[in-house]
């Protein structure tokens, strides 16, 4: 049974007082409001004396998970793929970052399927889902096999129906796509999930909500079901957040209070770090925080969030988010000082406390908003010279003798 990667553990290169040689850090220069206060972004970049990567062990560590399973896939070892799924499933297998292992492997058994659907490639969808549906022939009491061939239907069903809006035999396309979720639904309708204890099927019957008549009514029945299963799972939170939006089911205001219900429901467990998920997951849909927005409820949420896996992914998307609040709020003006004020206390404990190798990949603005992050906390022992290292659980700042 294989459940973790052959790399499960790798960790990002580094040494002492340099960077890491594959990633040139090089500010762009072309992003708004990242100003710094009397040096360049280049200047402050190269007073950085810590781990870079552009990605972090964790995501490299998800990506081996995802290869290693779509390998067996390939070769077709389908008892072992099925044990391994299910395994990771009822154990709540964690990876780093909090990342749940079995969706993982999931995606890598589906990897295909997805390529195929990235590509809008219908055709060799089709190909993967009638393969899917083969091991669901040889497994019909086993729901992992019955998770995959559903979650197989769920995707090409969400994939015809966005194509179907764009207006070409959109009809057709939607018909299609109905009669996929009413599959994967039939599919799904065989196995209890909380009977299960699977975290798997409940997040793919959750899913249905995409595509079937009655979505925006059970969408907060079956969100909290999955909640129930696994709460510390922050992909319970962030696609429940997406459904409230008001493209979906929801309002501004309804989207508040369901971040605001989700963060009561796990406080127990994670703090208010669900109320974080629920705003990040907004951003990263909209582009934008939204007006309804708890500033001092967000930043606890915040550090809820990372304090929950203590890993350098969360904490390099932290630091991100808190930059882009400091450079908005200055970009308010005066009225907004008490904002500018708050957000960059945050910033600063992230840094001084909590990062202490980046990973330019969870910067939104890539190394513009890591100098500018680094300017706003570290400006002034950067003028009289210094260089920032790694100094316990986050950054220090060291002047050289001489």
Not at 9 to 19: A, D, E, G, L, Y
Not at 222 to 248: G, K, Q, S, Y
């Amino acid at each position: 049974m294989l459940i973790s990667p052959s790399l499960l553990h790798v960790k990002t290169r580094s040494s002492r007082n340099r960077q890491e040689p594959a990633v040139h850090l090089r500010a762009v220069g072309v992003t708004e409001g990242f100003n710094l206060d009397g040096m360049t972004a280049q200047q402050v970049l190269a007073r950085l004396d810590v781990p870079v990567s552009q990605q972090g062990a964790e995501v490299i560590e998800w990506q081996c998970i995802r290869s290693d399973h779509a390998a067996m896939a390939e070769a077709g070892e389908w008892a072992d793929l099925l044990d391994a799924l299910a395994f990771a499933d009822q154990d709540r297998t964690m990876a780093s970052g909090g990342q749940r292992v079995a969706p993982l492997i999931s995606e890598g058994i589906r990897a295909g399927l997805c390529d195929a659907i990235t590509r809008k490639d219908m055709a060799a969808a089709g190909a993967e889902l009638v393969r899917l549906e083969a091991v669901f022939e040889l497994y019909p009491d086993v729901y992992a096999a019955a998770h995959l061939l559903a979650q197989a239907h769920i995707d090409i069903g969400c994939c015809k129906r966005e194509v179907a809006t764009r207006g070409q035999l959109s009809r057709d396309l939607l018909a299609e796509s109905a009669a996929h979720f009413d599959a994967a639904e039939e599919l799904l309708d065989l196995f209890d999930p909380i009977e299960e204890m699977s975290p798997l099927l409940a997040g793919t019957r959750y899913l249905l909500v995409r595509g079937i008549e009655d979505g925006a009514a059970l969408c907060r029945d079956w969100f909290e079901d999955w909640c129930d299963i696994d709460p510390e799972d922050a992909t319970v939170h962030a696609t429940h957040a997406v459904h409230m939006l008001p493209d979906w089911f929801g309002s501004l205001a309804i989207f508040e209070k369901e971040a605001r219900r989700a963060a009561s429901i796990t406080e127990h467990l994670t703090g208010k770090a669900a109320y974080a998920i629920f705003h990040l997951t907004a951003r990263d849909r909209l582009g934008d925080m939204l007006p309804s927005l708890d500033l001092l409820l967000f930043l606890q949420a915040l550090t809820d969030y990372q304090n929950a896996t203590g890993c350098q992914h969360r904490a390099n998307i932290a630091a991100s988010v808190l930059s882009e609040m400091v450079r908005d709020y200055k970009k308010a003006g005066p009225t907004s000082a008490y904002q500018v004020t708050k957000a960059r206390a945050a910033l600063s404990d992230v840094l001084w406390n909590r990062l202490h190798e980046v990973h330019l990949e969870s910067w939104a603005h890539g190394a513009d908003s890591l100098a500018f992050a680094l300017g706003e906390i570290f400006g002034p022992a950067l003028k009289r010279g210094a260089r920032i290292i790694p100094k316990g659980e986050g950054l220090g700042t060291r002047v050289p003798r001489g």
